[in-house]
């Protein structure tokens, strides 16, 4: 089965400061790669995905921005942080069509 | 486009009783797939169950069933002799085929009482 990376499990980061969140997938190839985001008590917010190296779809008009470098690479950043940017970020990898999707572990964002 | 429904923002049960979990969706494509999710505490998210709209019968895994009701568009998630270890958030989730995006419902906090 497949195992995600993301680091770091927790960030405090002052409001206008950048951001990069890096996730990385082992035991498959060619997945597809997922950005979620999830308010503190709420459900998961699809930001980004991505079927193949340097393809990326966004779901929500934001300031954060999505690449895949690797095909087994996945990286969020933005330029200048906001506070409603705040939330748990979880990477997420999935195979075919009624595969499930595998979860990283998760980042807890605090923009001050 | 997709949407999913969890009325029951939270809900306490007994242990070792039955407890079942609402979902329902709206979607217009014919094939998709239908998920549940539990989120502890500690924030990962682990798969319970899978559902395909073609299957003709209802998923099971283990303690975990899913109560398929494909003309209601209803996919509730039911959980047999409830343990403590089973009180966290509950999503359920649904992808139609031949589109990549998994999307969740709001949750559902379910808190098991010893």
Not at chain 2, 35 to 43: D, L, N, R, V
Not at chain 2, 60 to 89: C, H, P, W
């Amino acid at each position: 089965s497949q195992t995600i990376h993301q680091w770091p499990a927790t960030l405090v980061q002052p409001v206008g400061s950048p951001l990069s969140l890096e996730c990385t997938v082992e035991g498959t190839s060619n997945p597809n790669l997922y950005w979620y985001r999830q308010a503190a008590g709420r459900g998961l917010q699809l930001l980004f995905y991505s079927v193949g190296i340097g393809q990326i779809s966004s779901e929500v008009p934001q300031n954060l921005s999505a690449s895949r470098p690797q095909d087994r690479q996945f990286i969020l950043s933005s330029k200048k942080l906001l506070l409603s940017d705040s939330g748990f970020y979880l990477c997420a990898s999935k195979g075919g069509f009624n595969e499930k999707l595998f979860f990283g572990s998760g980042t807890q964002l605090s923009v001050l | 486009a997709q949407k999913i429904t969890q009325t029951q923002p939270g809900m306490f049960v007994q242990e070792k009783e039955a407890v079942t979990l609402d979902c329902t969706y709206d979607t217009s494509d014919p094939s998709y797939g239908l998920f549940w999710y539990k989120q502890p505490s500690s924030g990962e998210m682990i798969f319970l169950i899978y559902q395909g709209s073609y299957d003709q019968q209802n998923a099971t895994e283990g303690r975990y069933s899913l109560n398929f009701q494909k003309a209601r568009k209803s996919a509730n998630l039911v959980i047999s002799a409830s343990q403590l270890g089973d009180s966290a958030m509950y999503f359920c989730a649904m992808m139609p085929a031949g589109n990549e995006k998994l999307t969740f419902g709001t949750g559902t906090r379910l808190t098991i009482i010893p």
